[in-house]
């Protein structure tokens, strides 16, 4: 709206503060009034709460995320990790299972004790079920701090500036729709009785030392589709272990693609165009080249009239160029895109071209090649409207020369069927096409079974109620 004069204008929009959330007001142009804050939704219709907050419900509203938790405890006697040794709180976790949940019960060791972490590989199985779909490869415990071992005191960065544990010791940067990835920087200190700390990334082989030194910092890149990255800090004496895990993850209300965080999925139309080169006509033998582009969008299908696929939506493919050849015909190529991956979400309208290649002049397509014309083959087609009423018949008159059929074929879809009359009119009844928009194509098909393009090879025939 006008701010001032006609050449400043502001957005209807602004961002507001709701308690422990941020929300969106709109301009009222009536009034010339902003309206009252309302809270921002996520695609699963929940409000959205700052980080550390939950939606309590209309009445409660945004609400703390943590809570007290009794910790899964399979081994209290070797390894424990239960009230007498430490307490233990939960984190509501937003984007969990889709639609929101509570985190892993962390424990916090009480003073005298040292938080250790039990893999469970060394124990020769999978990953620690903590119940409610939540499993982990890592099972922290309190261990007896002793005066002649040493200790050391771990945090996290983000270079994002936007952290999120994950539970299980698990914690990740968070990218916002266009990045495609972040880095958590793990830093630490050590007690004073320590004499030594190294920093390893594991993995299936032989611990990588990346640094040493009593105080340390080290940032791990990565982005949504990579691997969690496992670290552990050793800390001498007395090979005391502190061990966790970092990655990656796309801001709430955006999605990873392969490539990059996009918001496709928050509700934006995607749109999708294709260009054919050459458009329109061309002489054979050429080549077809084809070219996708998209916006908000995820994933994509290319696709002719013939039903070959050149672009799957399960590729989550985008933008593209791809050059084909073909036999003379007319290919009509058609594509549409998605807001989300695999051909889900919000669809774009379809986009068309058309390439029609044909043989030079005085020949003609035999089956494999462009060969001297022995008796020219044609046809000739019309309809009486191509604005129908639903009630009204649609008479089409075909002529044809040296042809064995005159056939149609309606989107695209379905077999090809040959007209009754290959010269003279056909007529459908009333009632033959439902309300709607048909590409109501033809051609011709010779003794030997190839194809001619008749003129035109399609109509665009709209049909209306009574």
């Known amino acids: 709206h006008r701010n001032g004069t006609a050449e400043s204008c502001t957005s209807d929009q602004r961002s507001c503060t709701l308690p422990n959330a941020t929300g969106v007001s709109n301009y009222n142009a009536t009034t010339n009034t902003w309206g009252t804050c309302q809270h921002i939704m996520q695609t699963t219709g929940i409000p959205q709460c700052n980080d550390g907050f939950r939606w ?18 399979p081994y209290p006697t070797q390894y424990p990790r239960g009230s007498t040794v430490a307490t233990a709180s939960q984190t509501w976790n937003a984007i969990l299972n889709g639609s929101g949940g509570w985190d892993m019960c962390e424990i916090q060791c009480k003073p005298g004790y040292t938080k250790q ?10 990953n620690f ?8 490869t890592g099972l922290d415990y309190c261990s007896p701090t002793q005066g002649t071992v040493g200790g050391a ?25 266009g990045g495609r990835e972040c880095s958590v920087s793990v830093n630490w200190t050590t007690s004073s009785v320590s004499s030594g700390a190294t920093l390893y990334k594991l993995g299936n082989s032989t611990p990588l030392t990346l640094k040493t030194g009593l105080t340390g910092s080290h940032a791990f890149m990565s982005d949504p589709g ?9 800390v001498q004496p007395g090979n005391m272990s502190y061990s966790g895990m970092v990655g990656a993850r796309c801001a709430t209300g955006s999605t990873w693609n392969g490539t990059t965080c996009t918001n496709g999925t928050t509700g934006q139309n995607p749109t999708a165009s294709l260009t054919i080169s050459p458009q329109g006509t061309a002489v054979y033998p050429t080549s077809i080249s084809y070219t996708l582009s998209s916006q908000n969008a995820q994933s994509c299908r290319v696709a002719d009239q013939n039903g070959a696929v050149y672009v799957s939506p399960s590729e989550n493919v985008t933008q593209k160029t791809v050059t084909s050849t073909t036999h003379p015909s007319t290919l009509i190529f058609s594509t549409q895109c998605w807001s989300g991956l695999n051909g889900t979400g919000i669809a774009s309208a379809v986009s068309t071209q058309s ?26 087609v019309s309809v009486s409207t191509s604005n129908l009423k639903a009630n009204m ?5 075909v002529s044809s020369t040296n042809l064995a059929a005159v ?10 069927i040959s007209f009754a009359n290959k010269n003279g009119t056909n007529v459908y009844p009333s009632g033959t096409f439902q309300v709607g928009s048909y590409i109501y194509s033809f051609r011709g098909v010779k003794d030997d079974g190839s194809t001619v393009i008749c003129t035109p090879p399609s109509i665009f025939l709209q049909v209306t109620a009574p």
Do not use: K, M
């Open 153 to 177: 005191s771990i945090n996290y960065q983000s270079s994002t500036g936007s952290l999120l544990s994950g539970g299980g010791g698990i914690h990740y940067c968070l990218i916002a729709a």
């Open 117 to 126: 972490t039990l893999y469970a590989d060394a124990l020769g199985i999978g």
């Open 226 to 234: 990579d691997a969690l990255v496992r670290f552990t800090l050793e």
């Open 407 to 416: 056939q149609t074929n309606v989107d695209y879809q379905g077999p090809w």
């Open 129 to 136: 079920d903590f119940g409610g779909g939540v499993t982990s």
């Open 355 to 380: 390439s029609t290649v044909s043989c030079p002049a005085n020949t003609s397509w035999n089956g494999s090649a462009c060969a001297s014309a022995v008796a020219a083959s044609s046809c000739n």
């Open 393 to 397: 018949p649609l008479a089409v008159l």
């Open 56 to 73: 309590g419900g209309s009445s409660q509203g945004c609400i703390t995320g943590t809570r007290a938790c009794t910790p899964y405890n």
